[in-house]
């Protein structure tokens, strides 16, 4: 059974950077997606920033240029270099992977998720 289990958030000022990391466990094959969310209280899960199964990335728009994807596959683990953080990207941010996933910023498209890790940026 595959888990994921993130770390990495904290409180950091406008401008400054973060780095979050999702360790994977229980799957050896290579069909898997993961990927990045983040949700608001009382708004929806959004899509942050995907690799899919053959490692190609894709982020939300705004991120773009800010945020950075990478996997180190030896370990399993997925990272998230977050910088130049602005107030805005303020969340919980979750972990997520999916087998044979289409639409890599999808919630749907993924069945196993993390229990989140929060992220605060204070102007």
């Known amino acids: 059974q595959v888990q994921l289990a993130e770390s990495g958030g904290g409180s950091v000022q406008a401008g400054g950077s973060l780095r979050l990391s999702c360790e994977a466990s229980?799957?050896?094959?290579?069909?898997?997606?993961m990927a990045w969310f983040r949700q608001v209280p009382g708004k929806e899960r959004e899509g942050v920033a995907a690799?899919?199964?053959?490692?190609?990335?894709t982020y939300t728009d705004s991120v773009k240029g800010r945020f950075t994807l990478s996997k180190d596959n030896a370990k399993n683990i997925l990272y998230l270099q977050m910088n130049s953080l602005k107030p805005e990207d303020t969340a919980d941010y979750y972990c997520?992977?999916?087998?044979?996933?289409?639409?890599?910023?999808?919630?749907?498209?993924?069945?196993?998720w993390g229990q989140g890790t929060q992220v605060t940026v204070s102007s």
């Open positions: 229980g799957y050896t094959d290579n069909s898997y997606s």
């Open positions: 997520a992977a999916g087998r044979w996933v289409a639409s890599l910023l999808d919630t749907y498209e993924y069945n196993v």
């Open positions: 690799l899919d199964h053959i490692g190609r990335t």
